[in-house]
């Protein structure tokens, strides 16, 4: 199986940056997509995004696009979502996901998620 830990969230003021870290381990997935989600109080979950195995294709919710980069080191079997001019609204707990398809991943239906970590961004 896979395990994902993510790191890197905290509390941040509005306009500043953040990266976010996922470190997987196992040896189940030995290719796979992996990608981030979101979710704020009382909010649904929201896809902010995700990257394929070669790093060759990138999606990114019309949210952030501009301001996150999704990157991802299989060297270190770590993705990285690095956060850039940051909103209030941002605000949510991040969850790192994997799957072996990235459209799966994209559509929320992915196999293995995180434990989150919380983003905090003040007015």
């Known amino acids: 199986q896979v395990q994902l830990v993510e790191s890197g969230g905290g509390l941040v003021q509005a306009g500043g940056s953040l990266r976010l870290s996922c470190a997987a381990s196992?040896?189940?997935?030995?290719?796979?997509?992996m990608g981030w989600f979101r979710q704020a109080p009382g909010k649904e979950r929201e896809f902010v995004a995700a990257i394929s195995w070669s790093g060759d294709s990138t999606d990114y919710a019309d949210s952030v696009k501009g301001r996150f980069t999704i990157s991802r080191d299989n060297a270190k079997n770590t993705v990285y979502l690095q956060m850039s001019s940051l909103k209030p609204e941002d605000t949510a707990v991040y969850y790192c996901?994997?799957?072996?398809?990235?459209?799966?991943?994209?559509?929320?239906?992915?196999?293995?998620w995180g434990q989150g970590t919380q983003v905090t961004v003040s007015s």
């Open positions: 196992g040896r189940t997935f030995s290719r796979y997509a």
């Open positions: 996901c994997a799957d072996r398809s990235l459209p799966q991943v994209v559509a929320g239906r992915y196999d293995y």
